[in-house]
Structure formats: C-alpha cells, structure tokens
C-alpha cells in the first residue's frame, strides 16, 4: 500500500505542518517525490485564530488506493462546525484581485504582512535571545512557531529533580512559570535523547515589545536558576 517514490533508496512517509510542504515542493527529485501529508488549520500560521476549529489535510504522492480509503474514514467522521469550517474557507481562498475589490485585497494583504512580518521578526529576536542567555542552545526558526532550545543544566539541578520526582527540564519550566510567569513545554514530555534536556517556547506573543520585556524576565530567571544550582 505504500508506493516507494523513484531512485531513493528509502520509502520514507512524512506527516508535517502545511509549512513544510513548500520545502519539499522545493526540493530537488527525489526528495521532492516523498509520500507527504500535511495539515493546516485556522489556529496556526498567519491566520492564527485559535478559537475557530477548522483546518485540512492534503496528500501528496500518496497511493490512490491509500487516499480513497483515507478519505472513506474521514466521511464517516464528524466535521468542524459552520463558523470553523467558513474560516479554513477564507484561510485557503484568501481575497484576489479581480474576484474581491481592491480595496478588501489591500486590506487583506496589509494585515498578513504584519502579521507575517512580526512572526518573522519575533523568530529572530527569539533565536538571538535565546543564545544570548548562559546554559542555552538553539537552531535559527525557519519556518516555525516555536523554539527547542537544549538546556545544560548543572548536576545539582538534575539532581534536585530526581528527588522532587521530576524530569530535570520539567523541573527548570516550573520554575520558570513560577518566577517569571513564562509557559515552557518540558522536552521530556515530547521524548529526546537520554542525558539532554530541552524546552519548547513559542514566538506567538503577538505585540513585540511584550514579547521582548517577556525574554528579558526569563533570561533574569535562568541566572537566578544556575546561580542556585551551580
């Protein structure tokens, strides 16, 4: 049922956010052959309205055989409600020139800039912030919502975890909500490698003097935290 894409070596299926497809659409064959699906939804991206639940799923090189019964199962399912489902129809089919005035295409065009430019904005400022803060480590955000940034945390820390019965990066988020009032998803809770500690942290915080008075609190916190550990 699983159709190898031609000259690779591997039959790889990768499920990923919308965002990623038009990485692999870009990529030469036969990475850009790769089974992919992908989804998106009214509550991530630039639309970013988390209180409408609506969103799709794409296939991509997919086996027919393997879509119809995909999408046999998915008929069956229960759907978004109207108010969901008409705003993924304005995500997917945003304003056009000739269709909609000019007027609404302007309108549309100059919010998704802004929002758009500050996701990008605030994907650096996080990057830079995050590697400017001792006992931090992070890849540039390309593409993505959130930060993972590794922590190196000093060995009475983990140490100080164990005994409180927590992973030692659950251990810092806590901390961390309860000083700064910052929300950090522990890295253990997603899986990673024995002996590594991470975080995730997200770049959604929509105004971005806030933003950066945020990380300004959280780099006080983690000196606070590796003095007292250290």
Known sequence: MIR??????????????????????????????????SFHSTSKGVVGECGLRGGYMELD????????????????????????????????NPPKAGVNSPEVVAKHQKEYDIVFGGLKKRSILLTDKLN????????????????????????RAIKAAKEKGL??????????????GLVLVPGSG??????????????????????D???????KFNAKFFAKYS
């Not at 008075?213 to 780099?219: M, T």
């Open 167 to 180: 992973a030692p990066d659950a251990m810092y988020c806590v901390e961390a909500l309860e000083e700064c």
């Open 213 to 219: 008075q945020a990380l300004e609190a959280f780099k």
């Open 61 to 92: 090189n997919i086996d027919p055989f393997v879509s119809e019964q995909i999408l046999k199962l998915r008929s069956i399912s229960l759907c978004s409600n109207t108010v969901g489902q008409v705003m993924t129809e304005l995500m997917v």
């Open 4 to 37: 190898r894409p031609p000259r690779s070596t591997h039959c790889i299926s990768s499920a990923a956010s919308d965002v990623y497809k038009r990485q692999v659409h870009n990529m030469s064959t036969p990475y850009n052959q790769v089974e992919l699906i």
């Open 190 to 211: 997603c899986g990673q490698k024995e002996g590594t500690y991470h975080f995730r942290i997200t770049n959604l915080i929509f105004d971005t003097e806030e933003f």
């Open 132 to 155: 400017s803060i001792p006992g931090l480590k992070t890849n540039n955000i390309e593409g993505a919502l959130y930060a993972y940034p590794s922590i190196f945390l000093p060995e």
